[in-house]
């Protein structure tokens, strides 16, 4: 099977299982595919230091690791982060904050995008 650009839009505030499962499925799909990783709206509190084992969360530090592992490109939406007065934590691979209309392009680019 040819390799597809995929884009995994997590748009979801970070307090239910959706975040998981979205990285969950992204660090699989991204040994077969070109994986982009894009957290918008309220799904960027997921890239904070907020504290989800304090609500029965499984942290996300493995899944981010394994996506900078593999390749995959993991983008934050600068607007959302400023909108909220965020401060991104400091992650175990790189974090691309990129303004909403580069988002849109790589969204339109892709072959794949699964939202979340």
């Known amino acids: 099977m040819a390799k597809k650009k995929v884009v995994v839009l997590i748009k979801s505030n970070p307090f239910s299982w959706k975040v998981f499962e979205a990285l969950r499925l992204a660090v699989g799909a991204s040994m077969e595919h070109k994986m982009h990783v894009v957290f918008i709206k309220d799904g960027v509190y997921s890239l904070t ?4 084992q ?3 969360i499984e942290p996300f530090d493995k899944s981010i690791e394994a996506l900078g592992m593999m390749g995959a490109e993991i983008i934050a939406e600068e607007e959302a982060i400023r909108e909220r ?14 303004p909403k209309d580069d988002i849109a392009e790589l969204i339109k680019d892709s072959e794949v ?3 979340w």
């Open 85 to 98: 007065g965020l401060i991104l934590k400091k992650w175990p691979a790189e974090i691309k904050v990129m």
């Open 113 to 115: 995008v699964l939202s």
């Open 49 to 52: 230091d907020w504290k989800p």
């Open 54 to 56: 304090l609500i029965g």
